[in-house]
């Protein structure tokens, strides 16, 4: 049993590390970023209940580069339910004749809006906010109150009439127009777009930074109280009152005295929801009378007395115009069907993500077929089924393109990931402009001045193929370019000089080394301290460096293996960039560690696993990543697995428990 379940952790988790890969290092995703959660979710299930399988390296502790990890964890005083689904009138009828079983007296409904976001629980205390948490599970979420206190929809102090001590629930959201101002400046500064405004509204919250949060703009709207005394006899009342306490309650809900009512609710807003400025998802119906909820009671899951109706994703059908294949910035192919303009969910579609050949041979597509879009929570909408009925039988199978539309140069198609690549990398056009627009990007040489169009047109011109070409331009060259003043020349020109004070660790993050995100770049600039010591290193060596694995090692020494990457190296250093660690790199406060070498397992309690390491590096020790008889002391939480047991097998690695690790440093 337990090594089916160690088994299945173990899958997921090399699942999951692929479709962080398919997301944030190849742009392209293969599946929905609600299947990724929906993965994620039940793998955060499956460490939850089985610590002994902890493993530093999980996607739980690392999505996309964050940790998330270490917002506190806090019960829910009262359980955070989950909704019943219907999706016709019919499932809406049984409903009501479940409720009249139990209750005698006549039912009033009222019914809400469901937004399409992240729930919260809010707790008030005298009239102040005190504690922000996740749904979770429903019964214990993510406390993150700092976070939540950005969002300026949230009272912080309370006006009126306001209870002592209650709990406010509610949906943390962005508006479509906030979703699409994240995603135009995610695309300025070359980073992956976000998928829908939900998943973006939930991420945002586990935000370590509040500030981040705050630039996000989240919106909020509360919908439920919640107390031990209640200060009301209806749901109703209880919202209005909240209202004149400050809180902002959804102006839509409405107050039914019959389910023909609530049925005028769901038509009007299946039809106007696409002119909201927000996403709903569908409509929640409760029974007003608390007397009523409370005889009402709940299942395993969720209340009797409330239920979600879901709107049906919109299809529609269209014509097939053409299949077109964009080359992005890492090289990977993604075809996309050009359709004839047809309206859903309230916008005028013209195209529809295809993924890749496997998708479009498992469609069966063939030129100009009639195709069925859908539109479900993502914003690119995606092609479900072909009229089969419609195809006329002269027209061929889409056939997949073998060359790189940019640069003619033949694909490969990598086993085992169903995507193309153009394997150019160094001269195919949109991979030479990804490369630079990282290059400068804001955490990368942060050259603010150079835009992406700039770029592309210095490519287009040939003057730049590479980050070192960058600080030979000249204003003579600059100026003849579109729309360029002799001022924007000069900041141009201004911002390359200054990045050559840019520290080394962000110079290395920028050179674009497939695999080195920001932290793997840091943690390579504080174990090599300079691109020489990196550029020497073989792949046993920098395994040893803790989150560093094979694929990151290999594709790091692949990169000192292209002669033309050593040419740019040689140039960057030639006109002063920081390739090596400047002098107030790590402060040293002892050699206590000296020769020493360090690996932490567990849940820590007295500080936290990057902190440990830092305290380690800053007495002169080493961090490893794997117990071995290199490994000198290992030092373990709470529930440490498996790293234990082998460092007591071994016999020669001293255990340490956080106490005994802080009486090592002190001397
Ligand atoms: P589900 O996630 O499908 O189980 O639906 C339950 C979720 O709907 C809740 O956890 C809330 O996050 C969300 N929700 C959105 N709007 C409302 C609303 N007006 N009342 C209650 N829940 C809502
Ligand atoms: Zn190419």
Redesign the pocket.
């Known amino acids: 049993m337990s090594e089916n379940i160690q088994q299945k952790i173990i899958e997921l988790r090399e699942e999951l590390h692929q479709h962080n890969y398919y997301y944030y290092v190849l742009d392209e995703p293969t599946i929905s970023d609600f299947e990724f959660d929906a993965k994620l979710k039940e793998l955060q299930e499956l460490e939850n209940l089985h610590p002994e399988f902890f493993d530093p390296n999980s996607p739980t502790l690392r999505v996309g580069g964050e940790i998330t990890k270490n917002f506190p964890t806090v019960q829910h005083q009262f359980r955070?339910?989950?909704?019943?689904?219907s999706y016709d009138f019919n499932d809406l009828e049984d409903w009501e004749n479940r409720i009249i079983k139990t209750i005698s007296d006549p039912v009033e409904f009222v019914a809400?809006?469901?937004?399409?976001?992240?729930?919260?629980s809010i707790l008030y205390e005298n009239g102040k906010m005190k504690e922000a948490v996740t749904?979770g599970d429903g019964f214990q979420g993510d406390e993150i109150t700092a976070n939540v206190r950005t969002i300026s929809d949230i009272p912080l102090v309370l006006k009126g009439d306001f209870p002592e001590w209650f709990f406010m629930?509610?949906?943390i959201y962005l508006t479509r127009k906030n979703f699409d101002k994240i995603n135009a400046r995610r695309e300025e500064e070359g980073l992956d777009l976000f998928m829908n405004p939900r998943n973006t509204a939930a991420g945002s919250l586990k935000i370590q930074d509040s500030g981040e949060v705050r630039k996000r703009c989240l919106s909020a709207?509360l919908?439920?109280f919640i107390a031990n005394d209640i200060p009301a006899q209806t749901h109703w009342e209880l919202l209005q009152s909240a209202k004149t306490w400050g809180f902002k309650i959804?102006e839509n809900?409405k107050l039914c005295s019959n389910l023909n009512e609530v049925k005028d609710f769901i038509n009007y807003w299946d039809e106007k929801r696409h002119q909201l400025p927000f996403e709903?998802?569908?409509?929640?119906l409760?029974v007003n009378s608390l007397k009523q909820q409370q005889q009402l009671g709940y299942t395993a899951?969720?209340p009797r007395w409330?239920i979600?109706y879901?709107f049906k994703a919109e299809m529609v059908e269209t014509e097939l115009e053409k299949v077109t294949y964009q080359v992005g910035r890492t090289g990977a192919i993604t075809p996309v069907a050009n359709l004839k303009p047809v309206l859903l969910a309230g916008t005028i579609v013209k195209r529809a993500s295809l993924h890749n050949e496997d998708i479009i041979k498992k469609l069966g597509l063939h030129e100009r077929d009639f195709v069925y879009v859908e539109k479900g929570g993502e914003i690119i909408p995606k092609i479900v089924g072909i009229n089969l009925g419609k195809r006329n039988p002269a027209n061929p199978e889409i056939q997949y393109i073998k060359n790189c539309p940019e640069c003619g140069t033949e694909l490969i198609k990598i086993e085992d990931q169903a995507i193309h690549f153009c394997p150019n990398e160094m001269h195919c056009p949109p991979q030479v402009i990804g490369r630079m627009i990282h290059f400068v990007s804001r955490k990368a040489l942060n050259i603010e001045s150079l835009g992406q169009e700039t770029i592309a047109q210095l490519n287009r011109e040939k003057l730049i193929e590479n980050p070192a070409d960058l600080y030979t331009l000249t204003k003579e060259q600059l100026l003849p370019l579109e729309r360029m003043a002799e001022k924007s020349a000069q900041n141009i020109l201004d911002g390359i000089e200054k990045s050559k004070a840019i520290p080394y660790e962000k110079v290395l993050f920028g050179i674009g080394i497939k695999h080195v995100g920001e932290t793997v770049a840091k943690k390579l600039a504080k174990n090599f301290e300079s691109i020489d010591a990196l550029k020497n290193a073989s792949v046993e060596e920098l395994i040893q460096v803790e989150d560093i694995g094979e694929k990151i090692a290999e594709s790091i020494v692949d990169f000192f293996k292209n002669p033309e990457n050593i040419v740019m190296i040689e140039r960057l250093k030639s006109y002063g960039v920081q390739l090596e660690k400047g002098e107030n790199a790590t402060e040293v406060l002892s050699n206590t560690l000296e020769n020493k070498t360090f690996l932490f397992t567990g849940k820590l309690s007295l500080f936290t696993r990057e902190s440990a390491e830092e305290m380690v590096e800053k007495h002169g020790g080493k961090n490893i990543s794997a117990v071995s008889k290199n490994l000198n002391y290992l030092v373990v939480g709470e529930k440490a697995g498996s790293k234990l047991k082998k460092a007591q097998e071994l016999g020669t690695v001293t255990i340490l428990d956080e106490q005994q690790f802080l009486d090592l440093i002190n001397g």
Do not use: C, H, P, T
């Open positions: 955070m339910y989950s909704l019943d689904n809400e809006l469901k937004f399409d976001g992240a729930s919260i749904r629930r509610g949906e709207v919908y439920q959804s809900a709903i998802d569908g409509i929640v409760k899951k969720s409330a979600a879901k």
